[in-house]
């Protein structure tokens, strides 16, 4: 058991409905100050093992609950989450550094909605029948099994909960595998569902390293399905664990998304839009990091940038007045200054920042905008995944929207402009898959969400989740004799 902000937490693996310890453990240090909060289980093999076989157990039962009783536990699991929203907050962001005021706010309230949102999807679900020379067609909606649900550190308990919803939802067994930097927030939750009445073996967690317990799960020949939201370079490895038994993937990958400011943008909305993708301290996949400005109001747009960009209050996440808090890891900060200093030794200027706020010290990084990149270049094409946007200008329409989709990514891709027809006709032509305009981040959970080419494969999101999360099945039957 560890206390971590006043809250109790027990950070064992969770399996067939019981703590269970390893005779290894790791040590969960707070981005905050890097002092360790949490000394947690460190599973391999046999966790993974018994945490499926557990899961195996507990299917046939659960798969076979009403959709009414699955959709009601869904709803007291989310009473559970809102009763300790603050509780959440606080553990997460100790735990990965994220603003306080945004897991009250925002993250958590959207945990409680992941299971709310699901739960009345599934009531909702269905085809209509239909006729076939006086043959009935009847599409049903089968559980596929035990899901592994595999998840990254950034906004941890948010997207842990956005795959575990519609896998319960629809009637699957999971075993939850969460980032090893943020391992807090998924064993309060399981204590959660638990309380909620979840049956034992129905929600599993097993903590550790990936390769250690994340390998043996994804290459597990009873895991059904496999849905994986982190970094390309996992992702292949998750891929090549799944071949072997063709086990079903969904995969939400990194970005190198645009915004697109035409000189027609409202331009203090597209500043508020540019300045926006520094929350999170940059850590955000959907971050739309490259600025693509159109030359004739790229000096005032840039003043406008640094002006407002310079207002950020940096510190502790602690503090509700505080805007950006510190990077989750010293590793990663070492990537993201790796990346600055890379880009400074290649030509490009640091118009802010560039490189860590020694004020604060710590994890601490501070904003930073690049101008004068060249074509190719590593700070234009990769993911830095911190708080670090490069400007370019463009002159034309076309070159906007070739500037916009060159890249292996296609996540996301965020507009601004005063024109509706020049927004039709430059969102048709982006590879991406979620397009905002004029706007950033306005999610609605029965949108399909994933990202295009490196981005990801398949879909999330209202029926596209329980696409996934099922197995599809068409019955065909003949007319009764009368
Ligand atoms: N498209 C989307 O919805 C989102 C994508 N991301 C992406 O996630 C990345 C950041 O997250 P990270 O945690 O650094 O990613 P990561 O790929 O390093 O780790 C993600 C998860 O995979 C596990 N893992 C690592 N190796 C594994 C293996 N061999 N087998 C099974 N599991 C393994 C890790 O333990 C962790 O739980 C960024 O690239 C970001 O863009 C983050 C949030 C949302
Ligand atoms: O809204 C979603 O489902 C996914 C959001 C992704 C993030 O919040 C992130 O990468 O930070």
Not at 391 to 404: K, N, R, S, V
Request: net charge negative; aromatic share 8%; charged share 20%.
């Amino acid at each position: 058991m560890a206390t971590v902000a006043g809250v109790a937490v027990e950070p064992g693996h969770w399996i067939g409905g019981e703590r269970v310890g390893s005779s290894q453990t790791f040590t969960d240090v707070s981005p905050i100050d890097e002092r360790p909060i949490a000394e947690i289980a460190r599973g391999g093999a046999q966790e993974a093992q018994a945490a499926v076989d557990a899961a195996r157990r507990a299917f046939p039962s659960w798969s076979r609950t009403t959709r009414e009783e699955r959709a009601r536990i869904l709803h007291a699991i989310a009473d559970g989450v809102e009763k300790r929203i603050e509780d959440l907050a606080q553990v997460e962001t100790a735990d990965n550094g994220a603003l306080i005021r945004s897991h009250r706010r925002g993250v958590m309230p959207r945990v409680a909605h992941n299971f709310r949102f699901f739960a009345d999807w599934l009531l909702k679900l269905g085809h209509e029948d239909f006729d076939t020379r006086g043959h009935t067609n009847h599409v049903s909606w089968d559980p596929a099994g035990v899901c592994a649900l595999i998840t990254p550190w950034n906004a941890p308990l948010m997207l842990a909960t956005w795959k575990i919803a519609p896998a319960l939802a629809a009637g699957n067994t999971v075993v939850l595998k969460p980032a090893e930097w943020t391992p807090l927030t998924a064993s309060l939750l399981a204590g959660i569902a638990a309380e909620a009445g979840l049956p034992d073996g129905v929600f599993n967690v097993v903590q550790g390293y990936g390769a250690e317990v994340g390998g043996p799960l994804t290459a597990h020949p009873d895991v059904r399905r496999i849905s994986f939201t982190g970094s390309v370079p996992t992702a292949r490895a998750i891929a090549a664990a799944a071949a072997p038994h063709l086990t079903p993937l969904s995969l939400e990958l990194g970005g190198k998304s645009p915004l697109v400011v035409f000189a027609d943008a409202d331009l203090d909305l597209a500043v508020d839009l540019a300045v926006e993708q520094y929350d999170n301290a940059g850590q955000v996949c959907l971050a739309a990091t490259r600025l693509l400005v159109e030359s004739s109001i790229a000096d005032e747009f840039t003043e406008r940038f640094i002006e407002k960009a310079g207002r950020i209050k940096q510190g502790d996440p602690r503090d509700a007045a505080t805007d950006m808090g510190p990077q989750i890891h010293r590793r990663h900060l070492e990537r993201v200054d790796g990346f600055v200093q890379r880009a400074k030794d290649a030509g490009a200027r640091a118009l802010i920042g560039g490189g860590p706020n020694d004020e604060l010290g710590g994890l601490y990084y501070r904003p930073t905008l690049f101008t004068g990149a060249s074509e190719g270049a590593e700070i234009l094409t990769e993911e830095v995944f911190g708080p670090v946007l490069t400007l370019q200008t463009f002159d034309t329409e076309e070159q906007a929207i070739a500037m916009a989709n060159g890249t292996r990514f296609g996540l996301a891709a965020t507009l601004a402009t005063g024109d509706p027809e020049r927004a039709r006709r430059v969102t048709e032509r982006l590879v991406a898959g979620t397009v905002w305009v004029n706007c950033f981040f306005v999610r609605d959970l029965q949108a399909p969400f994933g990202g295009s080419r490196q981005s990801g494969m398949g879909r999330e999101g209202g029926d596209w989740s329980f696409d996934f999360y099922c197995d599809l099945k068409n019955t065909v039957t003949a007319p009764w004799a009368k």
